[in-house]
C-alpha cells in the first residue's frame, strides 16, 4: 500500500468533531467489518440505531481517556433510591392531598400542582420525584444521561484501570483518539492482473483509542468475559480487522510500525450489582494482524470496486451447504 495524501491528522476536537470525522467521506474499520461480514449493499443501506451497549461504549471510552471531555458531553442521570421518602406515584399523592384535606382527584398533573400550591403557603418541604428529576435535567440541558447505576460503575471501572501504575504511564504523555483520515493506494496489496490506474485508491480514516509515547497502540473494550470469551472475540468482532488496518495506517503516516493491544474490561451483566471490573491487556501479533489485513483488503476490494464501477459485491444470495462444524457433534 503507498500513502498519497494525509488529509486529517488531529486530536484536536475542534478541528474534527466526533460526528464531522464519522461523516467525513472514506471508510472506517467498522464499514470494512460490516463489507467484509456481509456485502456493500448491507454497509451502505444498514442504519445504525443508538442502543445502551453503544452508549456505555461511548461513555467508558470518554470517561478512561477523556474524562475533561465526558465531563462537559455527559451527566449522572437523576438517582431516584437517593430520595427514599419522595412522593413517587399517584397513589402517594392521593395520600398525601387528603391527609391535608385537599381535593384527591385529578390527574397526576393536577395533583402535583395543588401539591406544589399547598406546599408554598405551608413552607413544608415535600419531595416530589417528577419535579426533581426535571429539574435535575434542566441543570444539565445539552448534555447525555448516563444513568446513576452506569455514571457509578464507569467510575468503579476507570478506577480499577488507573490503580495499574503501568496504564497510568501508558496513557500520560500518549496521542488519545486521535483521528486520521488519508487517501491510499492498495494496488501493491490486491496483486490485480490490470495496470494500475487508481482503480484501489481510496480514503481511508482511523481513530485509534491511545498511542503512547513509546508507539503502542492500544484500544480499550469493555466486555462481559475479558479472558476466554474476549480471546474469541477478538475474531468473532473483527477486532483483529480494525487493528490491523489501524497499525497499517500508523506505519504509513509515521513510517513506524507500533506494538498493537486491545485492553479488554468487565462491566456489570445485567444480573450483576458489583463485580471487581478485571481487565486484561491482549497483544495482538503478527499472525492476528496478518489475518486482520486479509480480511480488510478483501473489503477494501469490493468497496472499491463499487466506487468504480457500482457493483454491490459481497457475500452473496446464492444457494450452498452450510458447513459442518466439529464442535457442533452430537455426543452422548
Not at 81 to 92: F, G, S, V
Not at 133 to 152: G, L, M, W, Y
Request: some cysteine; glycine content about 4%.
Amino acid at each position: 500500500m503507498r500513502l498519497l495524501k494525509v488529509i486529517h491528522n488531529t486530536f484536536n476536537i475542534g478541528e474534527l468533531s466526533n460526528a464531522n470525522y464519522h461523516a467525513h467521506k472514506g471508510i472506517s474499520g467498522t464499514g470494512l467489518s460490516k463489507i467484509y461480514d456481509t456485502s456493500m449493499l448491507s454497509w451502505l443501506k444498514t442504519e445504525r440505531k443508538s442502543s445502551d451497549a453503544l452508549g456505555f461504549g461511548i461513555a467508558s471510552h470518554a470517561n478512561f481517556l477523556e474524562p475533561d471531555m465526558f465531563n462537559d458531553e455527559f451527566y449522572c442521570g437523576f438517582d431516584e433510591k437517593k430520595h427514599p421518602k419522595a412522593l413517587r406515584t399517584q397513589n402517594d399523592f392521593k395520600a398525601f392531598l387528603s391527609e391535608n384535606g385537599l381535593k384527591v382527584s385529578g390527574s397526576k398533573k393536577e395533583q402535583i400542582a395543588r401539591i406544589v400550591e399547598f406546599t408554598e403557603k405551608t413552607k413544608e418541604p415535600i419531595q416530589i420525584i417528577d419535579l426533581m428529576k426535571t429539574k435535575h435535567d434542566k441543570a444539565n440541558t445539552n448534555k447525555i444521561e448516563v444513568s446513576a447505576r452506569d455514571f457509578q460503575q464507569l467510575n468503579s471501572m476507570r478506577d480499577r484501570l488507573l490503580s495499574d501504575r503501568v496504564i497510568v504511564d501508558l496513557i500520560k504523555g500518549a496521542m488519545i483518539e486521535k483521528s486520521i483520515i488519508c487517501l491510499v493506494d492498495f494496488y501493491n496489496d490486491l496483486n490485480p492482473k490490470e495496470p494500475n490506474t487508481g482503480q484501489f485508491v481510496c480514503i481511508v480514516k482511523i481513530r485509534p483509542d491511545i498511542v503512547s509515547k513509546k508507539f503502542a497502540l492500544v484500544d480499550y473494550k469493555t466486555c462481559l468475559d475479558c479472558y476466554d470469551k474476549f480471546k474469541k472475540d477478538i475474531f468473532n468482532f473483527n477486532y483483529d480487522l480494525k487493528m490491523a488496518l489501524q497499525h497499517d495506517v500508523l506505519n504509513l503516516v509515521y513510517k513506524r510500525k507500533p506494538t498493537v493491544t486491545l485492553l479488554a474490561q468487565n462491566k456489570l451483566a445485567p444480573s450483576e450489582l458489583s463485580n471487581p471490573f478485571e481487565y486484561k491487556p491482549w497483544l495482538l501479533g503478527d499472525e492476528i494482524l496478518s489475518n486482520g489485513r486479509t480480511k480488510y483488503l478483501i473489503a477494501i476490494r469490493r468497496y472499491c470496486e463499487y466506487q468504480n464501477t457500482k457493483k454491490l459485491i459481497g457475500q452473496g444470495n446464492e444457494p450452498e451447504y452450510a458447513p459442518y462444524l466439529n464442535w457442533a457433534s452430537a455426543t452422548a
